[in-house]
């Protein structure tokens, strides 16, 4: 049976990431019945991926290495010592996987393009033929069913013009198919993990932020992020001028997106709150969208940390975007650190926003914890940061671009039926969407929902160690069963996507 996809392809991010499809979607007269699903008759359900985390492939078919290869293979990096060079195998299974995808019922899916299986020596080299061709495989069974280091990274500006390059190349080979683009995915957590903690690639910190080689945990993130921000711009002003007018896609950008609560009502607490937002996510948005840096980090930092957008580049930024992928799992609390004392922690210093942040504080949690020390169940925050989103940046259409439950895998026994009944991941993904409906209710334009994940996966420093698979994957046979949530899953897009009075027709702007 072939899968009836009016598929959203996302692609990009350091990857490019994609949704799949075409652009014909489903749309209601405005005579017709309406459904009693807050969900839009248009709207997207369906997972998500990542190419490290899902494809393996290590150094198949002349792909080139990435930051991630070199970063697992080295000792103490991943919690089990653990990396991707399998992962679940999805170059090889993609088209099992596809099949997993048709059965739930998704009429999207959003994975990534690997930078260094297209262009595995970079702008200077060739296209990897053999990478183009596994991607053009994989979209095309989408679609037929319809579903640093050469000159110092992102430290440098020369990676906007390789950037650039990256995103044409795709654009190029992929568009005709490709309707919705997304340049980056979680930029701020790379650059934050990247270059002020260490704990991710290129691993550069210094001071109380972590041990590292070298690096500079206090300037070097606003500087990798200012060249990440104009490369967006760059790629944007790549597809505008090119492909968009012939092609007909959307370009957007992935941010990860924490609610964050101020842990009283005093003015404090609340600006706070409001400079927590600042210092993570309107960082990047911020210039993408209303070309300046948020005022809150230029009242701080001041030019020396915070360097102004020269001419030519306040240009570039006019490309702006289509769309805002949000990534959102979890909400934490903030305390004022600048009239109240405050312990060393996540944000309370002065390049983070002086806004110390943490799922729990006085004693009091903000949510449900769970297996993995920085998720708890707040699914109120799924309405408030959509609802943030929505008046900051008047609206712009957004999709939900990962949302999920991780569990933990110690002592797991495929044999048991605790492994397949996964009730806690269902009434999680059931509690985070009624969240989002009521916000899309409220007039947020929402226009899909992405589960992460399809399959349980490489989770980046966990290793293996945690599972957020819709699939239980077997690490050693690569065998994926479906678990309770899957089954769920395919029961409330069902539900909700049962419009009355349809037809098929170009997708009309709200």
């Not at 706070?272 to 309107?282: D, G, I, K, L, V």
């Not at 020396?304 to 805002?324: A, H, M, P, V, W």
């Not at 992460?452 to 819709?470: A, I, K, M, P, Q």
């Amino acid at each position: 049976m072939e899968l009836p996809l009016h598929h959203a392809l996302f692609a990009l991010s350091i990857c490019f990431s994609i949704f799949v499809g075409s652009c014909d979607f489903v749309f209601v007269k405005e005579n017709n019945i309406s459904s009693p699903s807050p969900f839009p008759c248009n709207f997207l359900f369906g997972t998500a991926s990542s190419s490290y985390q899902f494809e393996g492939a290590f150094l198949t078919d002349g792909k080139g290495l990435n930051n991630w290869d070199v970063f697992t293979h080295k000792p103490g990096t991943i919690m089990d010592g653990t990396n991707g060079d399998i992962a679940v195998d999805h170059y090889h299974r993609y088209q099992e996987d596809v099949d997993l995808m048709e059965y739930i019922g998704v009429n999207s899916y959003r994975f990534s393009l690997s930078w260094a299986r297209i262009l595995p020596k970079g702008r200077f080299g060739k296209v990897n033929t053999a990478g183009i061709d596994y991607y053009i495989r994989l979209i095309d069974a989408l679609v037929t069913r319809e579903v640093e280091e050469r000159y110092g990274g992102w430290l440098s500006p020369e990676i906007q013009e390789d950037f650039r390059y990256y995103a044409d190349i795709c654009f190029k080979y992929f568009g005709d198919r490709v309707k919705y683009w997304a340049t980056f995915n979680e930029p701020n957590v790379a650059i934050i993990r990247g270059y002020r903690t260490g704990m991710y690639p290129p691993s550069r910190c210094s001071g109380l932020f972590g041990n590292c080689s070298y690096g500079d945990s206090e300037r070097e993130p606003f500087i990798a992020a200012a060249n990440l921000i104009l490369s967006h711009a760059a790629a944007v002003d790549v597809y505008r001028t090119k492909y968009q007018k012939n092609q007909g896609g959307k370009i957007g950008i992935v941010m990860n997106a924490i609610w964050f609560e101020p842990i009283s009502n005093s003015s404090e607490d609340k600006l706070a709150a409001e400079r927590a937002q600042s210092f993570y996510m309107n960082w990047f948005l911020d210039p993408i969208i209303l070309r300046k840096y948020p005022a809150e980090m230029h009242e701080i930092l001041g030019p020396d940390f915070l360097q102004e957008f020269s001419r030519n580049d306040l240009e570039i930024l006019k490309s702006g975007l289509d769309f805002i992928g949000v990534n959102h799992y979890t909400s934490f609390y903030v305390k004022d650190c600048i009239f109240s004392a405050c312990e060393a922690g996540l944000g309370s210093s002065k390049t983070e926003g002086f806004a110390l942040a943490s799922a729990k504080m006085n004693g009091i949690s903000i949510g449900e914890p769970t297996a993995l020390d920085w998720l708890h169940i707040h699914p109120q925050g799924m309405e408030k940061i959509v609802t943030y989103i929505k008046d900051r940046y008047n609206n712009t259409p957004m999709f939900i671009t990962e949302n999920g439950l991780g569990t933990s895998d110690e002592n797991s026994d495929p044999t048991t039926k605790d492994i397949f009944n996964d009730v806690k991941r269902g009434e999680y993904l059931s509690s985070y969407l009624d969240s989002l409906a009521t916000a899309i209710r409220k007039g947020a334009d929402v226009r899909g929902y992405f589960v992460w994940s399809l399959l349980d996966n490489f989770e980046w420093t966990y290793g293996y160690t945690v599972r957020f698979g819709l699939h239980y994957v077997d690490y050693v046979t690569l065998n994926r069963t479906p678990r309770l949530s899957a089954f769920w899953y395919k029961n409330f897009i069902t539900e909700h996507k049962a419009c009355l009075g349809i037809k098929t027709g170009h997708t009309q702007e709200r």
